[in-house]
């Protein structure tokens, strides 16, 4: 039930774009990116409900294809505050769990 | 706003030993929610709950209980802890709503030896 993320690491200088991906082999109703910092607690991003959606936060940017139920989140212009562990969590319909994947860590260099 | 507060920062236990951590929050949220963190494996639910006496299984429940007696209140109790319970674990709540984003407390970090 826990869903993939793919890549499991990514390096990048700063100016660089990124795409982290989240499948679920579930119909999902909703996902969930997160960002965790070092030693920190995961802050949220943002939320996807419908298929197709797509939403943003400063540069950072997500869809849901619900066919598929996978979910990608784009970086663009990456900064050096974007390092740290993204994760993916989606919930299932008729459950209340909230199911995180194993993370992304994502490092932008100088 | 305090937000979701988790108290001890740090524990070390010995193998057997049990203990509470406490987790609390001041947002009025209806669902609460423990995680652990170990590495490569990412946040795995333990138990949560959706309202004040209901409370139900995540992906990795077994030695660990949960109650909720008040809506702020949410701990989890480790009855007899093992080392293979060295980890993270951080406490989350959010409104009732599935479309509604988990605020996490700066988690606990337990050592059992």
């Known amino acids: 039930q826990q869903p993939v993320q793919s890549p499991q690491a990514v390096i990048l200088r700063e100016g660089e774009d990124a795409v982290i991906n989240c499948s679920s082999s579930?119909?999902?109703?909703?996902v969930h990116w997160y960002r965790q910092k070092h030693g920190e607690a995961p802050i949220f991003l943002m939320i996807?409900?419908?298929?197709?959606e797509q939403k943003g936060h400063d540069k950072i940017s997500a869809s849901f294809n619900e066919k598929k139920q996978q979910s990608s989140l784009y970086l663009t212009a990456s900064q050096l505050s974007y390092s740290g562990t993204y994760f993916c969590?989606?919930?299932?319909?008729?459950?209340?769990?909230?199911?995180f994947g194993t993370g992304t860590r994502l490092q932008v260099f100088p | 706003n305090a937000g979701v507060t988790q108290t001890p920062k740090f524990q070390v236990l010995k193998t057997g030993q049990s203990m509470t951590l406490q987790c609390a929050q001041d947002?009025?949220?209806?669902?609460m929610s423990w995680y652990r963190q170990d590495p490569g494996m990412g946040l795995r639910l333990i138990h949560y709950?959706?309202?004040?006496?209901?409370?139900d299984q995540g992906e990795v429940p077994n030695g660990y209980n949960v109650s909720r007696s008040t809506t702020e209140d949410f701990p989890l109790r480790l009855l007899s802890a093992a080392p293979s319970q060295t980890s993270v674990y951080f406490c989350?709540?959010?409104?009732?709503?599935?479309?509604?984003?988990?605020?996490f407390g700066n988690g606990t970090r337990l050592t059992v030896t």
């Open positions: 989350a709540s959010r409104t009732g709503q599935g479309n509604s984003p988990l605020h």
């Open positions: 579930k119909a999902l109703y909703s």
């Open positions: 996807l409900l419908k298929g197709g």
């Open positions: 969590g989606t919930e299932v319909y008729d459950t209340d769990k909230l199911i």
């Open positions: 947002m009025n949220h209806e669902y």
């Open positions: 709950s959706v309202g004040a006496g209901i409370t």
